[in-house]
């Protein structure tokens, strides 16, 4: 149904594609994968009109097409959902859905508020949005607004879909009601190509695959023929190390040393509800659940984004209430967050900026800055977290993803962090970055710092946590050591079932 052949796209002297090709059928869910700056998303935005390419053939149904912009896209039958949103924040989903194609009464005067909003309500349930039709879309969550992002492209009533790490932010139930809705339209003839970095959706919802690495398409495969370790090699040329987990004793020892945090029956409006845990040095403390159970609130309350009601926060041994990000900052916790462009990254300031941005924002504003003293610390935390950067006066905009990300870690190293607060930080991240985050955090417990890191992907927690505790409703749901955690497990206790006391009872 498409082929694409020689496909280029070139920014100054970098090849974002060079000769890529793909091929896909209808009826066919087909991942487009590779490591963040493969060109992945450059192809999506060619193929959805937002890039000019330099060179290639795009076929449709064995007809050649030229798509110069977005109408071009749709009008040739296809349809894209990015990871950075298309949607208008200050328009409801009604409008976002039909913008641009609103019904209209007779005389092309007023929009037929009724026809929008029995459309906006059909992809509402469809994709069972918790929102209403006149819902503004900047009042979303994220994962609520990745979803309304789906159902805009899905209205159209396309021959071709194309999602675009739209799941990078959806939590496991939505991402699972996604996938039943794809399985239906791709049994109706939909051809559907999924960029993922999630290794557990591409075997659970695709057929094949075309793997891109450094612009060019590596090969195309059926993904039953493969597993995991193929995928990485492919995207990467390296195979990946094994990785072990923790050990039971290791964890042990990790508990009897001090209580870096203390969380003592916090609540925090309708949103964290009682939530009592502690964080001993040099631990990796995960914190699981479905969207909206509390998660970020609860970290944000810890680090001073937002006030707590009641409850108490020990750090380090005395009581704090961090009226701001500034204060616990000093008192040596960070916060990298996985919406950096919401909240971290500074898309057209340096890299050097971004960097130095909390440490600047901490100094005295008529206070010197020693430029030359800036340039060499941001060199050293580029070496050291491997960021692929042209020169430290480009722009953060000039990076993939993953390297953003690093940008964020680099930003708190330049403090002495005894905890560190996580929120979804890889999410959107290739493989081989995150394993390189992965690794960052184990490097940080090693020298006695703490991590407290929620993930949407429990996978992700099972692999890097000593213990997990899982939210519900605003409240801890059950609490799990290195040795008991198990994928069934989590699920279960995400899903509100007391695992803790089926464990106890079976003991």
């Known amino acids: 149904m498409l082929q694409i052949k020689g496909l280029n796209k070139q920014f100054g002297n970098v090849k974002a594609l060079n000769n890529a090709y793909l091929n896909l059928r ?63 924040p200050q328009f409801t989903i009604e409008d976002n859905l039909t913008l641009g194609r609103e019904p209209r009464t007779s005389g092309w005067k007023r929009i037929e508020r009724k026809q929008t909003r029995e459309e ?97 398409t590596v090969t195309e495969i059926d993904i039953k023929d493969v597993v995991e370790t193929d995928l990485v090699y492919y995207m990467t040329g390296k195979r990946p190390e094994p990785f072990s987990r923790k050990s039971t004793e290791e964890h042990a020892k990790k508990t009897e040393r001090e209580v870096v945090l203390s969380v003592s029956d916090l609540y925090l409006r309708d949103k964290v509800k009682g939530v009592s845990i502690d964080v001993h040095q040099g631990e990796i403390l995960g914190i699981c659940g479905l969207q909206g159970q509390g998660q970020s609130d609860f970290l944000r309350a810890v680090y001073g984004s937002v006030a707590f009601d009641k409850g108490t926060i020990t750090y380090q041994g005395k009581s704090v209430a961090f009226r701001s990000p500034k204060d616990a900052i000093r008192q040596g916790i960070g916060f990298i967050s996985g919406d950096r462009h919401a909240e971290g990254i500074f898309p057209d300031r340096t890299i050097k900026e971004n960097i130095f941005i909390s440490k600047t924002s901490l100094r005295n504003l008529f206070s010197s800055v020693n430029t030359k003293k800036q340039a060499a610390t941001t060199e050293e935390v580029v070496q050291r977290l491997n960021v692929k950067i042209g020169s430290i006066d480009h722009s953060a905009s000039s990076l993939s993803g993953g390297n953003q990300q690093k940008l964020l870690f680099g930003r708190n190293f330049l403090f002495d962090l005894k905890l560190v607060l996580l929120d979804d930080p890889t999410k959107g991240v290739d493989i081989s970055s995150r394993r390189e985050i992965h690794q960052i955090l184990r490097d940080l417990t090693k020298t006695g710092t703490s991590v407290l890191i929620s993930s949407s992907d429990h996978e992700e927690l099972l692999e890097i946590s000593d213990r997990i505790v899982v939210f519900y409703e605003g409240r801890v749901n059950a609490e799990m050591t290195v040795d008991e955690h198990t994928e069934d497990l989590l699920i279960s206790a995400m899903l509100g079932v007391r695992v803790n006391d089926h464990q106890e009872a079976g003991a």
């Open 120 to 216: 906006a309500t059909k992809w509402i349930e469809k994709l069972q949005i918790n929102a209403a039709p006149h819902t503004l879309v900047e009042s979303l969550d994220p994962s609520t607004a990745s979803l309304v992002e789906v159902a805009k492209a899905l209205s159209w009533n396309p021959k071709i879909l194309l999602l675009d790490e739209v799941t990078a932010c959806l939590h496991h139930d939505q991402v699972n009601r996604l996938f039943e809705v794809l399985r239906e339209l791709k049994e109706q003839g939909l051809a559907i190509i999924i960029i993922t970095h999630r290794f557990d959706e591409i075997f659970k919802i695709c057929d094949s695959a075309t793997i891109l690495r450094n612009g060019e």
């Open 26 to 88: 209808a009826g066919e869910i087909r991942g487009l994968l590779g490591s963040n700056g493969s060109g992945k998303s450059t192809m999506a935005k060619v193929l959805g009109g937002l890039m000019f390419k330099n060179a290639g053939d795009i076929s449709i149904n064995g007809e050649t097409v030229e798509i110069g912009s977005p109408l071009d896209s749709r009008e040739r039958g296809i349809a894209v959902a990015y990871q950075d949103l298309s949607l208008v």
